[in-house]
């Protein structure tokens, strides 16, 4: 009986590791993906990465950061447009925000 109990606690515990990691591994493709899109100035491709990753990981700082990056790189193309600088602070902003609502949800989530 010990035996049984063991291995269906192991076994649960791989299968929740397998699960984490899927997660993880989800996460970390779309921002890889994300990223290159943007050095291949594909902002709107870039974009859409991101507003996924949103929705996907909705307590996840990452798709309003990088939608953030998008902005900055759009200014470093061109750095004598101000266009784009006002909805960067915007952008900042929203990050800051939302992670300010994290830390109230929980002051220990790094």
């Known amino acids: 009986m010990k035996f049984t109990m063991k291995l269906y606690l192991l076994l649960l515990l791989f299968v929740n590791s397998a699960l984490i990691n899927a997660e993880e591994t989800r996460l970390d493709s779309l921002i890889y993906d994300g990223i290159q899109k943007i050095y291949n100035i594909k902002f709107e491709e870039s974009d859409k990465k991101y507003k996924l990753m949103e929705t996907e990981f909705p307590k996840h700082t990452a798709g309003k950061f990088f939608q953030a990056m998008i902005v900055w790189w759009k200014i470093m193309l061109d750095q004598n447009n101000?266009?784009?600088?006002?909805?960067?602070?915007?952008?900042?902003?929203?990050?800051?925000?939302?992670c300010d609502d994290l830390l109230d949800e929980n002051d220990e989530n790094v």
């Open 82 to 98: 101000e266009m784009y600088d006002e909805l960067f602070e915007d952008k900042l902003e929203e990050v800051i925000d939302f």
